[in-house]
């Protein structure tokens, strides 16, 4: 099985809003990431979390806050969006023994009002 | 952040006919992934490649790791309708980091 589920698959949220973006895998990966995809660019990397440690942050601005609850759960906060925040956001997993292919789940599709 | 020259970027061909694309760096890479892309949805990975000079196919899909491990190639032969979408390498630089470049893209479409 080599699925990643990502919750919910749409999300509208005005820029006060507070939402939650989640994400779960069961391949036994030690790696989990967060991209940010604008339309007909590649996936930015914002964060990865490698046993359940966060081991990269992009940079990305402190309105983004990810948790990793356990190994194989991801999650991303959102707080006091802007709308051009609006985006594909994907998570994605990496890292069984002998392997590094990553995997990505179908995206959340968020659009800030 | 750092991209991965990725040529070409968009072609448009007829049902039927090969199609090549190539991924190039500075950087020796440990890692090549291909992925495809249909619009709205997550890169599903097509096929991994870990030695240089490694020839890999799936399908009618075949990769291959360059043998100075800076650059990759995907080829897809008789192309289909279903093959259109955009195609993204990505590379591990070094072991150990869970870093992964990704190319900017080559846009495929196929022509009935």
């Known amino acids: 099985d080599t699925e990643v589920t990502q919750t919910p698959k749409h999300l509208v949220m005005g820029m006060t809003n507070k939402k939650s973006l989640k994400c779960e895998q069961h391949m036994g990966h030690r790696a989990m990431y967060w991209y940010k995809q604008k339309a007909k660019k590649p996936p930015e990397l914002m964060f990865v979390y490698s046993y359940e440690k966060l081991s990269i942050n992009e940079s990305v601005p402190s309105r983004f806050s990810p948790e990793c609850p356990n190994s194989s759960l991801l999650n991303l906060h959102l707080h006091a969006l802007q709308p051009e925040d609006s985006a594909l956001y994907l998570c994605?997993?990496?890292?069984?023994?002998?392997?590094?292919?990553?995997?990505f789940g179908p995206g959340t599709r968020l659009t800030v009002t | 952040g750092q991209q991965l020259n990725q040529s070409p970027q968009s072609m448009f061909i007829q049902e039927g006919e090969d199609v090549s694309m190539n991924c190039t760096s500075s950087s020796i890479f440990n890692t090549w992934l291909w992925y495809k892309q249909d619009p709205g949805e997550g890169p599903v990975l097509l096929i991994a490649l870990y030695k240089a000079g490694e020839l890999t196919s799936n399908g009618r899909l075949t990769a291959q790791f360059g043998i100075t491990r800076k650059d990759s190639f995907l080829n897809i032969s008789a192309s289909i309708p279903s093959d259109v979408g955009i195609y993204f390498c990505a590379g591990l630089p070094t072991s150990g980091t869970y870093k992964y470049i990704f190319g900017t893209g080559t846009r495929l479409k196929v022509l009935a």
């Open positions: 994605a997993s990496s890292g069984s023994v002998g392997s590094y292919e990553q995997y």
